[in-house]
């Protein structure tokens, strides 16, 4: 009976070590997982940083007067291209009114639209989403 005892407890001790030594593998693969998650988050924080530099240096506002100046060919504004309300133009005569716009073959005058051939029929909804 001792020893019947004796091994079970070898067997428990050998399963144990056992374990023990896949838990050990187990979590030296994920240290050296982590490490190269945080190697990637350096490298592409560095990146950011140096795109972040860039940005500061381009958008300086001497370098975008300077490039607007070189690319845009813009020039001020002068105080006779600014207009007054009165003087937009009206509607030519025969231009569309509300009347030709609520004759449009999808829309009603109680605003429920009309489907036809020409015009996709939308599709129920289900009653149930899969909940």
């Known amino acids: 009976m001792i020893r019947a005892l004796n091994l079970g407890m070898l067997a428990l001790t050998i399963m144990i070590c056992f374990g023990l030594y ?3 593998h187990a979590a030296q693969e994920r240290e050296g997982d982590l490490k190269r ?3 990637q988050i350096t490298e592409q924080q560095r ?3 140096v795109l972040k530099a860039e940005w500061t240096h ?3 506002p001497g370098k975008v007067q300077a490039m607007a100046t070189r690319y845009l060919n813009l020039q001020p504004m002068k105080a006779t291209q600014i ?3 009165n003087e937009i133009p009206m509607r ?3 231009a569309a009114t509300m009347d030709d716009i609520a004759a449009i073959p999808f829309s009603k005058q109680g605003g429920e639209p009309v489907y036809d051939e020409s015009a996709p029929v939308p599709q129920a909804k289900p009653a149930r989403l899969g909940r």
Request: aromatic share 6%; net charge negative.
């Open 22 to 24: 896949r838990v050990t």
């Open 37 to 39: 998650v945080e190697a």
């Open 47 to 49: 990146a950011i940083d």
């Open 58 to 60: 381009l958008s300086q």
């Open 83 to 85: 207009a007054y309300l």
């Open 92 to 94: 030519p005569e025969g």
